[in-house]
């Protein structure tokens, strides 16, 4: 078999607004799908188009974004770290995810 | 495979108690948590952390840990540790929802695999006495890229290098280097996760693999910067140019515009190229933050032409007027 001469590039899925669904976001930061509903409805996660604690479409309609993807994953490793309440781990997540903002906003004013 | 010194890893003695141990992860979690510390090593120091708690916070996994550091070492040059040769018979229950790591133990050592992961697992699974592992889905795996504000304009291709641990034949982890050729799709952003479906982790029955999620990360660029679609260039005037207004050719991130100067322009203002930012299904707009950059006279007639200026505008205040930098963001 004859070596290709060119290498075969990895088809990528960029993770946009609405990719991932209740399923998906469940698996991705390794939790049941029961975990992530409980967070939504007390509006720790939050589906698109739907404001924080007042999801009111079917479970089957959630949408989620990467960067929900990224908040799931960061308060699944707080509450279990640190044994810590959701409400609390979500707390925590807001304030790092502002303090992101805000650092990536200084550099841009710094160049 | 290199021996885990789990308490010391944890800076606790072995009598810890379950308290002290818990008290001495939480602490140096705090420290070394990936999204706050600004150690170098911290990703690599937090998987460290995470896996000697995992054993450590479980009395069984302790207790079998603790018994193998009592036992004596075979270790061997250059294959380094080897467990003893009753390890086989060790036994675990392995959580999964809510009690596991949010990644399991994707990103720990082969130490850990070994004596309590994969290896341990595919173990059980073998020599008769147990039900063959279940055709489960394989892990996720995770890892962040670090991509410039063009190859989101234009979609890249880049070459990965990732280290996993897959089992041999014989249910043993071996650390495996893989290579992956990937297309960046365009339109990426800060923060937005890409999806390498069946290239993370394999289980050990026959379900399929895992995913990989490749966190996207812009290095900072002084020429340009992204705030969601929306792109952001500095773009310096000529006094003149920013009073009096007109046309100018800009060369841009998205290209080379005719770009129309309203007369008055401040340094700070901000016009906006509708369409031109990032590329997406309505894609995000280019937003050129306007600079005014003073030429240095330098003769005699360029001195004249700023004195000639100042008396132009005699009641002209500056102090008044500010730098008006402070609505540039």
Known sequence: ?111 | MEYKDYYRILAVDRQASADEIKKAYRKLARKYHPDISKEADASQRMAEINEANAVLSDPEKRAAYDALADAPRRSAGAGGFQPPPDWEGQDFHFRSGDGAMPDGDADFSEFFSQMFGQGARARHAGGGQHRPPPDLRGQDQHASIELDLLDSYHGAQRSLHLRSTVLDEDGRPVARDKELQVSIPKGVREGQMIRLAGQGGQDLGKGPAGDLLLQVHLRHDPRWWAEGKDVYQPIALAPWEAALGGTVRLATIAGEFDVGIPAGSRAGRKLRIKGKGLPAATPGDLYLVLGISLPEPQTDAQRKAYEALAQAFPSFDARQQGTGQGASR
């Open chain 1, 1 to 111: 078999m004859s070596t290709p001469l060119y290498p075969f590039y990895e088809p990528a899925e960029l993770l946009d607004e609405g990719a991932l669904d209740l399923h998906d976001l469940a698996r991705h930061c390794q939790r049941n799908t029961d975990w992530v509903v409980e967070r939504v409805q007390t509006g720790v996660l939050y589906c698109e188009n739907e404001p924080p604690g007042e999801a009111t479409a079917p479970q089957a309609q959630w949408r989620f974004s990467s960067h929900m993807l990224v908040r799931a994953r960061r308060i699944a490793h707080l509450e279990h770290s640190f044994d810590a309440d959701p409400q609390l781990a979500a707390l925590t997540a807001d304030l790092i995810e502002e303090v992101q903002m805000l650092r990536r906003k200084l550099q841009a004013l710094q160049h």
